[in-house]
């Protein structure tokens, strides 16, 4: 080549590095925090994150000891990362209790931040966290889910934007969303485009969660095989059936004026809701898997399985 014509030439920028250098350009000087919660995207958003090369790397006990929670703030500030995590406000089982006071560290520990939790309609959301639970083997009974969630301050998601927002101050901004595509919306949070996620919703049907009790119960298919194996068990009862029982359901129906009221907060955050979330709140209960769960369904599970996973006794060493 001519040298002449080599000063003309065009240096191409690796995708991540120049994602990494336009989010150290747009957030300079301020800890970007993304805080869940659970069961909104918040997987999707880490592997995209990390995919940008701007995903600072933690694990669910940096949140829960306060020293690790400094270093891993400090890090991802010094570094000009993200900090990602569902546990950073606390646990979906005892529904955040603890999320003010950790939002009151992040204040003690960074000097500027800005933290964004991302919320879903109260049925939609209980019914994923319920079932998480059951395939993580924490719980498999939804009467206890609901005592417990039910009592918690946080059953509220008003209430719970409201108490972050407060805890908060002119050092820590709060931002409380709700979006049906986490990436592309945190992206525009950031200022910086981000890669489309490709991971697939590995939840169970209601169905395939009660036959996953189910098994538990009264087989000896090991829980984690009989999960794996579940995967498409009866696809098109995600569409008549629910894994939460009546009553709960129709609690969660009355939580309409909660979410009503969330909306509210956040579109004085600046980000208009669509009206269509409030369909979640006009559905009809449907009929508990628990209750029309049969023997022949446990037995058409069973060979689900076998057929999925033909040598799962092979896994079990």
Do not use: K
């Given at each position: 080549m001519d040298p002449r014509c080599q000063r003309w030439r065009v240096r191409v920028i690796p995708a991540n590095v120049f994602r990494r250098k336009l989010h150290a350009l747009k957030n300079q000087g301020e800890t970007r925090i993304h805080a869940g919660l659970h069961k909104t995207g918040s997987t999707s958003l880490q592997n995209s994150l990390r995919v940008a090369g701007i995903l600072q790397s933690s694990s669910r006990s940096d949140f829960r000891d306060p020293v690790k929670f400094q270093a891993t703030l400090s890090e991802a500030g010094s570094h000009n990362r993200v900090v990602s995590s569902e546990h950073l406000l606390g646990e979906m089982y005892d529904m955040y209790s603890t999320a003010p006071e950790r939002i009151e560290l992040i204040t003690n520990y960074v000097e500027r931040s800005e933290i964004t939790l991302y919320l879903k309609p109260h049925p939609e959301w209980h019914?994923?966290?319920?079932?998480?639970?059951?395939?993580?083997?924490?719980?498999?009974?939804?009467?206890?889910?609901?005592e417990r969630v039910e009592s918690s301050r946080y059953f509220s998601w008003s209430r719970l934007a409201r108490d972050l927002l407060n805890a908060g101050g002119s050092s820590t901004r709060i931002r409380v969303r709700a979006a049906?595509?986490?990436?592309?919306?945190?992206a525009k949070v950031l200022r910086v485009p981000l890669p489309r996620s490709t991971r697939k919703n590995s939840s169970l049907s209601?169905?395939?969660?009660?036959?996953?009790?189910?098994?538990?119960?009264?087989?000896?298919?090991?829980?984690?095989?009989?999960?794996?194996?579940?995967?498409?068990?009866?696809?098109?009862?995600?569409?008549?059936?629910?894994?939460?029982?009546?009553?709960?359901?129709?609690?969660?129906?009355?939580?309409?004026?909660?979410?009503?009221?969330?909306?509210?907060?956040?579109n004085a955050e600046t980000q208009v809701i669509s009206g269509s979330w409030e369909t979640s709140y006009l559905q009809g209960i449907r009929a508990p898997a628990r209750d029309i769960f049969s023997g022949r369904d446990l037995k058409a599970a069973e060979e689900h399985i076998r057929l999925v996973i033909p040598d799962w006794q092979k896994t079990r060493g």
């Open positions: 019914a994923s966290a319920y079932s998480q639970l059951v395939q993580q083997g924490t719980l498999t009974d939804c009467v206890a889910y609901q049906q595509n986490v990436v592309r919306d945190y209601p169905m395939a969660l009660e036959a996953l009790v189910r098994l538990g119960q009264e087989t000896s298919i090991p829980w984690e095989v009989a999960r794996r194996g579940l995967q498409n068990f009866m696809p098109e009862s995600r569409l008549t059936t629910s894994v939460l029982s009546r009553e709960f359901q129709s609690r969660l129906l009355e939580m309409r004026e909660d979410w009503l009221q969330l909306t509210g907060i956040i």
